[in-house]
């Protein structure tokens, strides 16, 4: 059983399309992120809801949005895709928000933008 | 400034000994402290956490906190190659439990 899923695993396109990242938490968490590593596989945070609510929302292009249509799910829509978008997309979730809240990461999906 | 530090490694130790990870974080105020490792194209994995001043202990993993020095260690006992990783040190500032990691420490464990 899966904890935080996340689909696709890979994805492969070009430059100036539109994608959307699915993410689930089957741990009954209030909580959920989207952090992005990079090639020198520095991990940030992106965004972050709690209870369906967006409590952190970093300093990202307004090509990215999230969405989270109910607590165990966080999507993530990216429009216009750059080269520099190519990374490894990351949903976490934890307990609450309340500081100190271990966070339990999902498998990743692997963008490459062509 | 980078806000939470570590060395990029790699960190090479022989199988058996002692491995010891540092992290020092810009953020005086910061109250919760994880590390994490990552293996290769794998996810980051929760291995510690650490709130207050001193050692935690958990299996071979010892976790040191000194917040007047802004200084958090890992230290991994009878190191294994299956302990080869790279081990992130995440730091929450405070508020909506917003995690600051370290770039982390490359850990090579030879037989």
């Known amino acids: 059983d899966t904890a935080v899923s996340q689909t696709p695993k890979y994805l492969v396109t070009q430059m100036g399309n539109d994608k959307s990242i699915k993410c689930e938490q089957n741990l009954g968490h209030d909580t959920m992120y989207w952090y992005k590593q990079d090639s020198k596989k520095f991990l940030k945070i992106m965004f972050s809801?709690?209870?369906?609510?967006?409590?952190i929302n970093e300093t990202v292009p307004n090509r990215f949005s999230p969405k989270s249509p109910d607590k165990a799910h966080l999507n993530l829509h990216i429009n216009s895709l750059e080269l520099g978008d190519s990374a490894v997309y990351f949903c976490?979730?934890?307990?609450?928000?309340?500081?100190?809240?271990?966070?339990?990461f999902g498998d990743g999906t692997r963008l490459s933008i062509l | 400034q980078k806000e939470v530090e570590q060395n990029s490694g790699p960190l090479s130790v022989p199988e058996g000994a002692i491995a010891s990870l540092n992290c020092t974080y810009s953020d005086r105020g910061s109250q919760s402290f994880f590390w994490y490792r990552q293996y290769s194209g794998k996810s980051p994995e929760l291995i510690m956490s650490?709130?207050?001043?001193g050692d935690k202990e958990d299996g071979r993993f010892t976790a040191q906190l000194n917040k007047a020095s802004q200084y958090v260690s890992l230290l991994i006992r009878d190191s294994q190659p299956s302990d080869s990783a790279t081990y992130l040190c995440a730091v929450d500032p405070g508020g909506y439990n917003k995690l600051i990691f370290g770039a982390g420490t490359r850990l090579a464990v030879h037989p």
């Open positions: 650490i709130y207050s001043n």
């Open positions: 809801y709690n209870n369906k609510e967006l409590i």
């Open positions: 976490a979730s934890s307990q609450g928000a309340t500081a100190g809240q271990p966070q339990h």
